[in-house]
């Protein structure tokens, strides 16, 4: 190869090894004060280091053409010619096509040209503060090679040809055909960049989340209820994030003539309204023992926890008054042009645990489930977890 770059000490530095030998860098130092590599490295002689291949120090020539300083290589503006500076992570192996494109165009001196301020190419780890390598890498791409650069100077001659040569127009097809292709490898190369990066974000995101769970249901005792519903609910968010807002303990006057107050008020993107109660991981949910015909029934907790929504459900949708109550008090909360509404709503449940049943109670679990119309899930937090 005949360009490398390496970091010695706090320098970088450029090993030259042209196929025609080095004379002629002399030669345009003696002619110029300088001489200009690939099109793109400005380099004198007062840059030139001891070689690097000291086996063959006639065909290689060393020069110094950046510093490296916290993290970063900084390039010599003087060496690359840019108005602005450009700066790579330490962390990132230079290679000389990030300098050099078809036909010895200079990448730098491009950029420079578009950009107000310095250009940092970043590694994963510091991702938000500048461009990131993969992104760079993709730029690179996009610059146009020999076959690209032909197609287009084939389309621009048709184009003035072709009203008097017709066979001409087929020229401008090709380019178009070209061009195509090459953006449809590119989006689906930036699509995959985004889903892995997304992908990670998400991972941490769950990650967190599961060890909180897990830390809460170690200790439950020390949380008290209206803790424990709070930071149980902000990792029910992660799983259904349809609901972009949820309103706590509103009262509304119940068909006993007793005030309701279900845990949370859940409002989705389309302003449907549904209901979410939390109770502790404690609460036995189907009897110890099979029984009634051989089979697991659930006790007074869950039952009571169920009929418990459904009343909430009941009063919503039959009582004008605590439906009116209720979405007066979600507006505020919501974002414009998202009103709230009553139609159908549906409840959600996490209640006690289910780490120890056996194959029967689950699937007794599983039925007395869907016995309920108006209850949407109903969870244990081993379920959650």
């Known amino acids: 190869m005949e360009i490398e770059f390496n970091i010695i000490e706090d320098?970088?530095?450029?090993?030259?090894?042209?196929?025609?030998?080095?004379?002629?860098?002399?030669?345009?130092?003696?002619?110029?004060?300088y001489c200009q590599i690939k099109r793109t490295f400005y380099v004198k002689k007062d840059l030139i280091k001891s070689n690097i291949d000291d086996s063959d120090?006639?065909?290689?020539?060393?020069?110094c053409i950046g510093q490296v300083k916290d993290g970063f290589i900084a390039i010599s503006q003087e060496v690359v010619m840019t108005k602005h500076r450009f700066f790579f992570s330490e962390t990132i192996p230079l290679k000389h096509n990030m300098f050099i494109a078809e036909q010895n165009t200079s990448i730098l001196a491009k950029i420079d040209q578009i950009i107000d301020g310095d250009f940092y190419v970043v590694d994963k780890e510091n991702s938000t503060n500048g461009v990131p390598v993969e992104a760079y890498l993709d730029l690179i791409k996009c610059f146009p090679k020999k076959a690209e650069i032909m197609y287009y100077v084939q389309s621009r001659i048709s184009n003035l040809l072709k009203e008097w040569l017709p066979e001409c127009d087929k020229y401008q097809e090709i380019y178009d055909k070209h061009i195509d292709k090459k953006n449809k490898q590119l989006v689906i190369k930036n699509k995959e960049h985004f889903s892995r990066s997304n992908n990670a974000i998400e991972l941490a995101q769950f990650s967190?989340?599961?060890?909180?769970?897990?830390?809460?249901?170690?200790?439950?005792?020390?949380?008290?209820?209206?803790?424990?519903?709070?930071?149980?609910?902000?990792?029910?968010?992660?799983?259904?994030?349809?609901y972009i807002y949820s309103a706590r303990e509103i009262r509304f006057k119940g068909i006993d003539k007793n005030d309701k107050q279900p845990d949370f008020i859940l409002v989705d993107t389309n302003g449907f309204v549904d209901i979410l109660e939390i109770k502790n991981p404690d609460v036995r949910l189907i009897t110890k023992q099979a029984s009634c015909r051989n089979n697991y029934v659930p006790v007074k907790e869950l039952s009571g926890a169920v009929q418990q929504i459904e009343k909430y459900i009941y009063c919503l949708t039959s009582i004008e008054n605590s439906q009116k109550t209720v979405l007066e008090k979600l507006?505020?909360?919501?974002?414009?042009?998202?009103?709230?509404?009553?139609?159908?709503?549906?409840?959600?449940?996490?209640?006690?645990?289910?780490?120890?049943?056996?194959?029967?109670?689950?699937?007794?679990?599983?039925?007395?489930?869907?016995?309920?119309?108006?209850?949407?899930?109903?969870?244990?937090?081993?379920?959650?977890?």
């Open 11 to 33: 320098e970088l530095i450029m090993s030259y090894s042209p196929s025609n030998g080095t004379r002629f860098i002399f030669e345009h130092f003696s002619k110029y004060g």
């Open 57 to 63: 120090p006639e065909e290689t020539l060393s020069f």
């Open 208 to 242: 967190t989340a599961k060890e909180e769970l897990e830390e809460m249901l170690s200790h439950p005792e020390g949380v008290i209820e209206k803790e424990w519903q709070k930071r149980i609910y902000s990792i029910i968010q992660l799983l259904y994030p349809q």
């Open 331 to 385: 507006r505020d909360g919501l974002p414009e042009g998202v009103n709230p509404q009553v139609v159908s709503p549906k409840g959600m449940l996490l209640i006690g645990r289910s780490k120890d049943f056996n194959e029967q109670q689950k699937r007794d679990f599983e039925i007395i489930k869907r016995q309920y119309k108006n209850i949407d899930d109903i969870m244990t937090y081993d379920y959650l977890l």
